[in-house]
Nanobody, 119 residues
């Protein structure tokens, strides 16, 4: 089993910054891809940012230049630095982790953390 603990959400004003963290624990041999998704009320969950085990990243167009995804492999943790936040960034943010265990690979989701950006 893999446990994911997210932190860092909150209420900020437009233009401010937040940093999300997602720490994975359990019987993990290694972690492959890691990512952040978000879901706003009435909308589908969308990929925000993705990082491979080798450090390659990609972002949804709406956050390019403002958000940065990174990872600390020693801590099995993925981060999302969000700068110049906009009201349209408001959503519940979820981390997604693909972890290699002893017998299989498991995709796990965090519990979600609320990000609210006021105008």
């Amino acid at each position: 089993q893999v446990q994911l603990v997210e932190s860092g959400g909150g209420l900020v004003q437009a233009g401010e910054s937040l940093r999300l963290s997602c720490a994975a624990s359990g019987s993990i041999i290694r972690i492959n891809d890691m990512g952040w998704y978000r879901q706003a009320p009435g909308k589908q969950r969308e990929l925000v940012a993705h990082i491979t085990s080798g450090g390659s990243t990609n972002y949804v167009d709406s956050v390019k230049g403002r958000f940065t995804i990174s990872r600390d492999n020693a801590r099995n943790t993925v981060y999302l630095q969000m700068n110049s936040l906009k009201p349209e960034d408001s959503a519940v943010y979820y981390c997604r982790v693909e972890a290699v265990l002893s017998t299989h690979t498991l995709v796990s989701w965090g519990q979600g953390t609320q990000v609210t950006v006021s105008s």
